[in-house]
């Protein structure tokens, strides 16, 4: 080393205090700027969450008025997939990790990754302040759907501009991890020798870019109807209410593999390294990936089996659903292969991502009985939906970030955790998400709606179930993030390499100095050698 | 530290500038595809309707901004050779006259506009809301892809102005223009949803 | 990495293709003058698409860029047309 080692969090730039985090362009420290807003937010949406679990856990008015209940379940949707879910394991360890793990020392535009994470606040703060202003928070549901989101009094055109301005952060950076990845790698590694984290933050980026924009036009196309009556959504004035769920599903499908396919990234890097294997079929992994963004874009219109789309329609997207879940089922069998015959290690990291395979098939095969347009039209807009989506993206985007953050925090602040209280929290965690979430599948199928204030008694015991379970749930993460908080403060020296990982963010310090590599990065041919 | 700077100039990357402005225009395209797939959703339901209003716009003004936006795009073209050739002076000369076409585009728009504000034809008039079902979606679907069509011209003129002061400073040389580039790949964006725009509203049989 | 291939385009190219998409322009306001149903609209867009590649092959200097920016403009310009032809699958049969 020519240089004397500094960590990124001593380094002294052109700013001190706060200055040197919300004017930083080093990655790492706007990963942490997106880590610090993004778990308030997690925290603000699940509180939000369990309120309509108390307001649920009888029938009739228990807490709140109907009206209040809308707001919930719309701010909580909109806090939770825009301000959280969407940015989450990208903008904060895709943007910690992606440039180390490539031998890059930072990503290809640094104060466009800045600007991004700027309008990430500004459009949250925007979101917040449509809960607050005049008008009341809206109650249009987070999917806005016309012809009632032109219409309603409520904060719409706030909201909307909010999630227009997070859709234009999202897209600055996944054009930044693009053009890093093609042209940041170290010398030596090609786009096959890459791990896969990288790969499916490509993946994503892709995603990221194309399909954001598309929401972007139909959240001013909404606004331009409420301001104006230009008509699109409207009948009366020759449109059609179901063209916005199209063009609304042309970006949100996408948008879901914009949260789960990262999160299969960082569980394909956890897996090899506690089995100290090599992961099994690389290359099937690296283009599954690809091949979920792509296909991912043909299949929205399985959100609209009861709209009144064409039956011609509706064979189309259920066939292509069908085909999309293929490549996801791919990933399940390679990691399941990895760990055969391999030198399993149950640290925390592996334990949060076993319990991601286990919530995420789950959700997977229930998203199969949702892909089939008979059964669908059974359960679309029951609770089962509301069971299904939140296993995908809760038990599997979720519990993949928890298990990012056991594996990487050692990295990123030098610092080790508690184990004990991280199983604890692992497993009371997992119990109180089946507990609250699974009973929701039961009595979807049997007939409770979603989003409503008020149901028949004979669905109370599920209710009462899952409130029980939303209070173990939050408990555990007020545990877990305790646990991880007290880890970085009071916790033990982590050394560099705490789980002899292979791939090259083990190779740097913990934590990492600014550059990341003083020297250029030992690039192997396969990133996953244990030998 | 001052050591940044010396790195970043040392490790400029044109290819990278460049690919970062290509995926902006990929997302740009997306945004106005959103667009056109409304326009050709309505325009199947309301064939008639559409050929009907795009009679009230004028083919002769949809034109002359045409031929001033392909004229404006391979002048910005041009100024690329120039820039190449070391021709500092021609360059300037060829990024004006593509900002006086932008401008004069302008006009014209502000002209076809005025015409219909003045006729009381603007969203969410009371003549468009009694309009039939097909004229009010076609003149919605008129002020809102030429309106945002329009922002996008405002845009890149700035950006042109900022070439053109970077040119004549010095900061962009027939070895340093990425950023020229970039400005003449967005110009051209423009031209290019403008070649689909005018047919598409202007020309319906 | 400063310049890149350096290819310069020269001006004698630049207004030849200005001349063409002129043309092109003229062809597709003489072909909308006829009616000939939907076939009209084809037309008209499969000239703008014609206008569309000079543009892209020699304004924005695609023609002489990597092979790689190349296959991404033409995936975008893909994806946008299946996502319209999709919504049509609903639009058309109901």
Known sequence: MNTEYISFLDHKGKYTGIRSWIFATD???????????????????????????????????????????????????????????????????????????????????PKLNLFSWWLFMIGSMLAIAS??????????????????????????????TAAFILGFSS????????????????????????????????????????????????LIMLIAERLFGIGFFNPDLGGDPVLFQHLFWIYSHPAVYIMILPAMGVITEIIPTFCQKKIYGYKAIALSSLAIAGVGFLVWGHHMYTSGMSEQARWFFSLLTFIVAVPSAIKVFNWISTMYKGSIDMKPPFVFALFFIFLFMIGGLTGLILGSVATDIQVHDTSFIVAHFHYIIFGGMGFAF????????????????????????????????NLLYFPQFIIGIQGMP??????????????????????????????????????????????????????????????????NFDEAPVVKENPYDYN | MSEHNTHVEEHRDDEASKLGMWLFIFTELLLFGGLFLVYSIFRMQYPDNFHESSMELSVTIGVINTVVLLFSSMTIAMAITAIQKKNKKLTLRLISVTVLMALVFLINKYFEWGH??????????????????GHHLYFSLYFFMTGLHALHIIVGMILLIICFVKVNKGSITNDKFVFLENGALYWHLVDLIWIFLFPLLYLIS | MENHGSHITEYKVLIK?????????????????????????????????????????????????????????????????VIVLITFIDYSFR
Not at chain 1, 43 to 72: H, W
Not at chain 1, 172 to 198: E, Y
Not at chain 1, 450 to 473: E, H, K, N
């Open chain 1, 27 to 109: 990655h790492k420290r706007i990963a942490f700027l997106y880590m610090y807003a993004i778990a308030s937010f997690f925290m603000v949406g699940a509180i939000l969450g369990l309120l309509m679990r108390f307001e649920l856990i009888s029938p009739g008015e228990t807490i709140m008025k109907p009206q209040t209940y809308n707001g919930l379940f719309t701010v909580h949707g909109i806090i939770m997939i825009f301000m959280v879910v969407i940015p989450g394991l990208s903008a904060v360890f895709g943007n910690f990790f992606l440039p180390i793990l490539i031998g890059a020392k930072d990503v290809s535009f």
């Open chain 1, 131 to 160: 809960q607050l202003l005049k008008s009341g928070p809206p109650d249009t549901g987070w999917t806005f759907y016309a012809p009632y989101s032109t219409t309603t009094g409520t904060n719409v055109i706030a909201a909307t």
């Open chain 1, 171 to 218: 897209i600055l950076t996944g054009l930044n991890f693009i053009v890093t990845v093609h042209r940041m790698r170290a010398p030596g590694m090609k786009f096959f020798n890459m791990p896969l984290f990288p790969w499916s933050l490509y993946a994503t980026a892709w995603i990221q870019l194309l399909a954001t924009p598309v929401v972007g036009i139909t």
């Open chain 1, 402 to 433: 928890f298990a990012a953050i056991h594996y990487w925090l050692p990295k990123m602040y030098g610092k080790m955790y508690n184990f004990k209280r991280a199983y604890i929290a692992a497993i009371s965690l997992f119990v109180g998400f």
């Open chain 1, 450 to 515: 979603r989003r409503y204030f008020d149901y028949p008694p004979r669905f109370q015991w599920a209710q009462i179930t899952s409130t029980i379970g939303g209070v173990i749930l939050v408990s555990a993460l007020i545990l877990m993030i305790t646990n991880l908080i007290l880890g970085v403060r009071r916790g033990a020296k982590a050394p560099a390499n705490p789980w002899n990982g292979s791939t090259l963010e083990w190779q740097l310090p913990s934590p990492p100095s600014v550059e």
């Open chain 2, 116 to 133: 219909k504000f003045e006729h009381g034809l603007y969203p969410g008039s009371d003549l468009m809301q009694f309009l039939e079902r």
């Open chain 3, 17 to 81: 293709v200005l001349f063409l998409l002129l043309l092109c322009t003229f062809l597709t306001i003489s072909v909308t003058g006829f009616n000939l149903g939907a076939f009209t609209v084809t037309i008209a867009l499969l000239i703008a698409g014609f206008k569309s590649y000079f543009v892209l092959s020699y304004f924005m200097h695609l023609k002489y860029e990597s092979l790689l920016l190349r296959i991404l403009v033409s995936m975008v310009f893909v994806l946008f047309i």
